[in-house]
């Protein structure tokens, strides 16, 4: 059964920064795709960044510059790291996998960021 485990959320001031891991409980490579999203209250969970299988990151248009996605295959673990955080980057942060067939999702982990 895959497993993705987060870690690394919490309480920063805006400007600070934190960094995500998420831990997979297989190959990341036996996925076409991993990534982050996020969600807050009332709204849709919504994509933050992806890394591809053959190593191409694709970022939503709030977070390029500042975020950054990247991959460590001997740890399977997929990192986000987080720059220049604001207020409005406030949610749980999700990590997720795609194979051909299904989709995966870790339990979330909250990342505030207070002015």
């Known amino acids: 059964q895959v497993q993705l485990v987060e870690s690394g959320g919490g309480l920063v001031q805006a400007g600070e920064s934190l960094r995500l891991s998420c831990a997979a409980s297989?190959?990341?490579?036996?996925?076409?795709?991993m990534g982050w999203h996020r969600q807050v209250p009332g709204k849709q969970r919504e994509l933050v960044a992806t890394?591809?299988?053959?190593?191409?990151?694709i970022y939503a248009d709030s977070v390029k510059g500042r975020f950054t996605i990247s991959r460590d295959s001997a740890k399977n673990t997929v990192y986000l790291q987080m720059n220049s955080l604001k207020p409005e980057d406030t949610a749980v942060y999700y990590c997720?996998?795609?194979?051909?067939?299904?989709?995966?999702w870790g339990q979330g982990t909250q990342v505030t960021v207070s002015s």
């Open positions: 997720s996998a795609r194979t051909v067939l299904d989709s995966y």
């Open positions: 297989g190959s990341i490579f036996s996925y076409i795709t």
């Open positions: 890394i591809l299988n053959g190593g191409g990151t």
